[in-house]
């Protein structure tokens, strides 16, 4: 059965250092693979997305991913962390031929001045 | 800029009463999500619909809840009788199928969600 495995529950970085949010995925396939992020009170927003091509994949407010079919990973990155970044991301896979995705746990962003 | 809505935004209410959360998807998306979120359990897909035929109930409480698309502008989740253990935030989230293989649907859309509290 498909999963997403998000290892960190709680992450904090000072604002100007870099970020990675983890994801590891377990599926048969080709996955298509999405990060989202929630900020406090709101719904989520996509992030980037990877469904094939390029394995770096660039995103809004200054993410990338790199998809990593060795390590079953998706990772999200930023190089400089902005306090605006302080919410909680989730990865997801797409379920094959359904319209279903399965998310992970989440990870909330601390980000300290 | 085309956004999912979704009312009320905050619901308070008593044990037992019926709840009514409605949706109403990007003018053009063919999948509508209900999700419910927890502390707990986190991200629940309890419903979805596409071409507003119902493919998965799988994770809704059948006796309690229930999932409609009147019509394409406007999707309804209902708990009838609402419990405390209810409490949560539910999100509608619509998208765009049409992918072949792969997921059929591409990106969704959430809405900012309807925190219900159950007393």
């Known amino acids: 059965a498909q999963s997403v495995t998000q290892p960190d529950i709680h992450i904090t970085v000072s604002e100007g250092a870099s970020l990675e949010l983890r994801c590891n995925y377990s599926y048969g396939a080709t996955p298509y693979l999405f990060w989202y992020v929630q900020s406090p009170g709101q719904g989520l927003q996509l992030l980037l997305k990877?469904?094939?091509?390029?394995?770096l994949v660039q995103g809004i407010k200054g993410f990338e991913a790199e998809f990593k079919r060795s390590q079953s990973s998706f990772n999200l990155r930023k190089p400089s962390v902005h306090w605006s970044d302080a919410a909680e991301y989730f990865c997801?896979?797409?379920?094959?031929?359904?319209?279903?995705?399965?998310f992970g746990t989440g990870t909330r962003l601390q980000v300290f001045p | 800029d085309a956004r999912v809505t979704q009312t009320p935004r905050h619901k308070v209410t008593e044990m037992g009463q019926e709840v009514t959360m409605r949706c109403q998807p990007i003018?053009?998306?063919?999948?509508v999500f209900w999700y419910r979120q927890t502390m707990m359990q986190g991200l629940e897909l309890l419903a979805y619909?596409?071409?507003?035929?119902?493919?998965?109930d799988s994770g809704m409480p059948k006796d309690r809840f229930s999932a409609e698309m009147p019509d394409a502008t406007l999707a309804t989740l209902k708990i009838q009788p609402s419990e405390p253990r209810d409490s949560a935030v539910y999100f509608c989230?619509?998208?765009?199928?049409?992918?072949?293989?792969?997921?059929?649907?591409?990106?969704?859309?959430f809405g900012p969600g309807t925190r219900l509290t159950v007393l």
């Open positions: 619909f596409r071409n507003r035929a119902p493919l998965d």
């Open positions: 989230a619509s998208g765009a199928s049409g992918l072949a293989g792969g997921p059929r649907t591409d990106t969704q859309y």
């Open positions: 997801a896979v797409g379920v094959y031929n359904t319209d279903k995705l399965i």
């Open positions: 003018l053009g998306h063919n999948t």
């Open positions: 990877y469904f094939s091509g390029d394995t």
